[in-house]
C-alpha cells in the first residue's frame, strides 16, 4: 500500500507540474507579452482561444472573403475582344483580411497571436525603415525557416538573423537603390509584354477565349526577369537552374506533409 500511496503521489505532482508548466505557457507567459506592449499603446485583438490564439478569427475572415468572391463570381463579364474585366488590384483584402481588418481598428501597429506566439504587425512605413536599420534582430524568425527550409533556403537573407542578415542586407542593398531599379524597368516591361503577348496569341489561336495556369506564367515570368536582371541572360538560358530551384521547392514542400508542427509558408 505504501509503495501504491508513493506512485499514485509522484503521479499527481507531475500531473500538477505539468499544468503549472502548461498554464505558465499558454496563458501567463502570453499575458505577460501583451500586457507589456499595452502598457506601450500597442493594442490588437483579444486572443479567441488559449491555445490557437487569433487563428479561429483569421479563418473566419479568410472564409467570409471567399463566400463573398464565390458569390460574386457569376456577375463577372467574360474574357473577350471587345470588353475588359475590371480587375481589383487591392490583393491584400484577398489574401491577408485579418491583417486589413485590424489595422483599420487598431491603427498601422498592432499585436495579435497565432498559438503561444504574439506578433507585432508594423504597417507604418517610417516605422519599418527606423526599426531595419536600428536593430539586427529583424530578420526572419528561427523558429519558422531555420530547420525545415534550411536545405532549400540554407543561411540566406530570407531566413538568417542577427549579423548574418544585417551582412548579407548591407551586400545587395546597392542593388536596389532608386538608379538600379530603375535601370531595371525597360527589362521588366520587355519580359512582361512578351509573356502577354503570348496570351494574345493564344487567345486568338483558340477562337477569342482560352484558359491560363497564371501560377506557372507568372512563375516563369518572374524567372526570366531574375535572370536578366541579375545574370545579363534570360529564362531560357537559365531554365536547368530555375527547373532544379522548383524541384528542390516541391520536395521541401511534400516532405512536411504529415510532419507534426510543419509550418507552410505562403
Known amino acids: 500500500m505504501a509503495a501504491a500511496k508513493i506512485i499514485l503521489s509522484m503521479l499527481l505532482g507531475g500531473f500538477v507540474i505539468l499544468f503549472l508548466y502548461l498554464y505558465e505557457s499558454l496563458v501567463l507567459k502570453q499575458r505577460r507579452q501583451r500586457s507589456k506592449l499595452e502598457k506601450q499603446g500597442i493594442r490588437g485583438p483579444p486572443s479567441s482561444s488559449i491555445i490557437f490564439g487569433n487563428i479561429p478569427d483569421m479563418k473566419r475572415f479568410k472564409l467570409e472573403v471567399t463566400k463573398k468572391s464565390t458569390a460574386a463570381a457569376p456577375s463577372r463579364s467574360p474574357i473577350s475582344k471587345d470588353h475588359r474585366v475590371s480587375i481589383n488590384h487591392d490583393w491584400p483584402s484577398t489574401l491577408f483580411p485579418h491583417l486589413v481588418q485590424w489595422r483599420n481598428e487598431?491603427?498601422?501597429?498592432?499585436?495579435?497571436?497565432?498559438?503561444?506566439?504574439?506578433?507585432?504587425?508594423?504597417?507604418?512605413?517610417?516605422?519599418?525603415?527606423?526599426?531595419?536599420?536600428?536593430?539586427?534582430?529583424?530578420?526572419?524568425?528561427?523558429?519558422?525557416?531555420?530547420?525545415?527550409?534550411k536545405p532549400l533556403l540554407g543561411q540566406g537573407i530570407l531566413s538568417s538573423n542577427g549579423p548574418i542578415w544585417s551582412h548579407q542586407r548591407k551586400i545587395i542593398a546597392p542593388e536596389f537603390y532608386s538608379d538600379k531599379v530603375k535601370g531595371m524597368v525597360d527589362l521588366m516591361v520587355d519580359s512582361t509584354t512578351m509573356m502577354v503577348r503570348s496570351w494574345e496569341h493564344k487567345i486568338e489561336s483558340e477562337g477569342g477565349s482560352s484558359v491560363f495556369r497564371v501560377d506557372d506564367d507568372l512563375r516563369s515570368l518572374s524567372a526570366d526577369i531574375i535572370s536578366r536582371a541579375s545574370f545579363g541572360s534570360n529564362y531560357l538560358q537559365g531554365k536547368e537552374i530555375f527547373l532544379k530551384l522548383r524541384t528542390l521547392q516541391k520536395i521541401m514542400s511534400n516532405g512536411n506533409i504529415g510532419v507534426p508542427g510543419a509550418s507552410r509558408s505562403i
Open 106 to 149: 487598431y491603427g498601422p501597429i498592432f499585436i495579435y497571436s497565432t498559438g503561444i506566439i504574439q506578433h507585432v504587425s508594423v504597417s507604418d512605413v517610417e516605422m519599418v525603415k527606423e526599426l531595419s536599420l536600428a536593430s539586427l534582430n529583424l530578420g526572419q524568425p528561427a523558429y519558422k525557416l531555420s530547420k525545415d527550409r
